[in-house]
């Protein structure tokens, strides 16, 4: 479903964000991208919908290649949903117009049908009764439930999060997840910036494990939080698991 | 999208506005155009006071003067309506130029130089310069005792030559022919020479002032005429000959306290028996007397700063968006059309609007050159701030849209530009404050407006003090509710942020 071929990118200080990532995620996969600030992940994610363009390497996506001038970079879009941290909902609009927006003007859906659409979405994440409150009246939890019933209006085959509940009160942390989780359980193709364990142990097939532009190391959820083979995970993890480095691993 | 549409009529209306403002009439022969059009428009300087062309004191929204008799008789011969046209005295002869009226009559002297440009009727009236010191001045007691002094006139008036002549006179020129007086009376100048015509009215009552010796030189007043009107010069010469020959000529300056022996030369002796208003009776005509006037320049002034703001914020909006979203030669030429209207006065951009561009065939009329004056202008400044409006939309709303499929354009519109012009709202606010009193400025390019009304006035009734206050008054009146509003929306803005 994506596939990333010795994908580099340089800012233009010079600085090298991505060295030469090679990534296949399979449909239906759920991925969960880790790693220090810094590393990458944000803009590793954004080079999936080219809202970062990259030096050299090929992206795929759903048998298009963003590199190839034929690809309708806006259709492919359509096609990838996308979460952020900081919502981004539009703040001039409700809760229901930022989601019947895009339908409306990027897939020409009737008013009518727009708004049916996002009704039942708004159903889905649980806030049925929200739909004409402005972003400013929603929590945190609420935006971010909001911003994701905006991306799945359009009916995406992929949907990316970047860090959606790091910016949330712990409490309000569980209401996007608990999404999340039903949206994986559904067969969605998933890859997600996260730190939450919990998720990533109950719902990812995979965790990649990226640190300096690189990815370091990639594994099942075991792999990588109990038994990571590089050192730098292992440190990484030791980290936010609040666990002393203890024995040495198996070297891979 | 509606207000994409406002923006496009907006753009459309001004250009049709532009095409109108520089069309102009096919040649034909001048008299037959007047008598067509049943009136002749004539240029002169109601600022430039009596006794020639100024506002009555008794009814300030109509103009008197021996100019406006002559005006007037002369349109009666003619079998027309007078229609007097305002324009600034240093430009009425480029304004006739480039054909604003028919004819110039504001105490123009005829000299070899004008003649170069322009013709000259007949003269109408043989002037003589008239020295004034103060009452008390016992030393300058005529034009050879100037020498060290310090003696005031008229810009390019023949006077200022006369002066310039005798050697060692430290010579100040004056734009009015009012502070002149009002200089020499409180002692910042030694003495004035004018046209007698203008010391008959504004010396002569004063106490403080008094004639010092004959008075000197000749020269003589002639109507100007477009180089091309020779058929309008014969016919206003004839004219001249008439009145001069029936006595209505002098029956006009002998109201106007204006006949002399020197005259003699030009007309037989008739007596006539009206009497003109002096500027005393002005000194006294109760203030409402001139509200008509004034409230009119208040209109005028609205009109042409709400018309301007209009073309600011439309232009100011394409101007922003070429110079971030366009490719290179377009984005770089918003760029330095913002930076050079910033970076030189408007008043330098009113001039060549309107005296610059006639020179290269394009002849705007008044209103157009002040509504694309201060529009223009201020597009520049509106750019800059709706550019501050969208710098401050958090790059993040262009993500979210774009990774819903959006194109850039569609992004814009619907989400980036209703953000930014929420947070440029009260800055747009106070830059219409602004340009409200800027739009005083277009008074140098014959627009009649509250500035310009107000000088009218005062030079005629010297009543600078209290019009003025009346004046600030107004525009106070007119600009306070905007500043109120403005504060209104940055709270707002505040409480929504
Ligand atoms: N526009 C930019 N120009 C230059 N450097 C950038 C830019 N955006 C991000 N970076 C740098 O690229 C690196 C990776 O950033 P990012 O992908 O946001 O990391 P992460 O999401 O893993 O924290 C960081 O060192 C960051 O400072
Ligand atoms: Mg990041």
Redesign the pocket.
Known sequence: MIKFAGVSKY???G?R?LKDISLDINAGEVVVVC????????????TINKLEHIDSGEIIVDGFSLQDSKTNLTMLRAEIGMVFQHFNLYPHKTAIQNIMLAPMKVKKLGKKEAREKAMSLLGRVGLSNKCDVFPSQLSGGEQQRVAIARSLAMEPKIMLF??PTSSLDPELTSEVLDVMVSLAQSGMTMVV?THEIGFACNVADRIVF?DN?EIVETGTPPDIFVNPQQERTREFMSRILHIPINNTPVEG | MKRLLRICSLVIGLIILLSWAVYSEPKEDAVEKIRKRGYILWGSDAEGGAPYVFPSPKDPSRLIGFEVDLAEAIAHELGVQARQSQNAWDSLIPSLKRGDFDIAINGIEITPERKQEVLFSLPYYIYTEQLVVRKEETAIRGIDNLKGKKAGTLSGAVAQNILEGIGGVDVRIYSGQVEPYEDLAIGRIDAVLLDLPIAAYYAKPNPKLKYAGAPVGRGYYGIVIKKEDEELKKALDDILAKLLQTGELKRIYEKWDMWNETQEALFQDIKGSETHPGIEESRKAPLQTFFPMLIKGAGITIFISVASMALAVSLGLILTLLRLYSRPPFSSLATAYIELYRGTPLLIQLYILYYGLPNIGISLSPVAAAFLGLGMNYAAYEAEIYRAGIMSVPKGQMEAASSLGMTKTLALRRIILPQALRIATPGITNDFIALFKDSSLVSVIAMVELTKTYTILSASTLRFFELGLIVAVLYFAMSYPLSLLAGRLENKLKGTA
Do not use: C, R, W
């Open positions: 800012f233009n200080n600085a964000v790693g220090p600030s810094g590393a990458g992940k944000s803009t590793l994610l954004k970047d860090e910036v990226m532009g």
